[in-house]
């Protein structure tokens, strides 16, 4: 007869250790930070068995996309026993459209009948217009264009090239903005992670009532059920965050976690 654990009447099961981290926005060195301090703050044993969960936006703004998406890409290797999660966020999805890595539409339309909506706002952002934007979903002519305005009020910073700021994302793959050449300088298990990401995952991890976390909004923000974990912004001095589930535990890459 093969080993049991038996758990007696009334007790329960420890609940899996749950990371839901923020948007990385490019900024990779943040990312080995948050990930140090991560496994410091939980203990090896739960870090090894987590179930991480990335909120999405990897690209853009800061200065090392490719080696975010590398680092991402390695994880099911290097943490066997770990499982991971990786979301969409909107930079990701206009990313992907512009290097071609986004399905067809399931309705047999064209990318170009996605353009309508955004028409009016097509002069101001400066919508790509390079080799191959005739078959470009508009996020992507959007994120590979020129945008007029050099001042984000919103961000209180500059663009960078786009209304997406994308442009080091093209330089972090040694491509200048703007141009049609990142399509053949993104390696082709790029633009399938890019492919892979999804837009809602659900776990049951208790019976207590539902949680929603998500990023994007470039806040901390904790109202009872709902989880906004996006503290950097993309923006350069803000830390990148996680909580940890189901302790509630916010976790940044700025924390001294040397013991």
Known sequence: MGE????????????????????????????????????????????QTALVIFLGDYCDRGPQTREVLEFLLS?????????????????DFAFAAFVGALPPPPDGSPFSATWAEFELNKDREGWFEGEGYEFMHVQGRRWGGF??????????????GSIY?????????????????????????????????????????????????????????????????????????NPIAAIVLPSMKIVRDTDNMLV
């Open 4 to 47: 049991t654990n038996a758990i007696n009447a009334g007790d329960q099961p420890p609940a899996r250790t749950v990371l839901c981290i923020g948007d990385i926005h490019g900024y990779f060195s943040k990312l080995q930070s948050l990930w140090f301090n991560l496994e410091a703050a939980v203990g090896t044993a739960a870090f």
């Open 75 to 91: 994880l099911s290797s290097r943490y066997p026993n770990q499982s991971h999660v990786f979301l969409c966020g909107n930079h």
């Open 147 to 160: 945008i007029r305005d050099k001042w984000n009020p919103t961000k209180n910073m500059a663009y960078k």
């Open 165 to 237: 700021d994308g442009e080091s994302t093209f330089k972090s793959y040694g491509v200048a903005h703007g141009s049609p050449d990142l399509v053949k300088a993104v390696p082709d298990h790029h633009k399938k992670f890019l492919a892979s990401l999804v837009w809602v995952h659900e776990e049951e991890l208790t019976k207590e009532p539902t949680i929603v976390v998500s990023g994007h909004h470039g806040k901390l923000h904790i109202d009872g059920l709902r989880l906004v974990i996006d503290e950097g912004g993309g923006i350069e001095q």
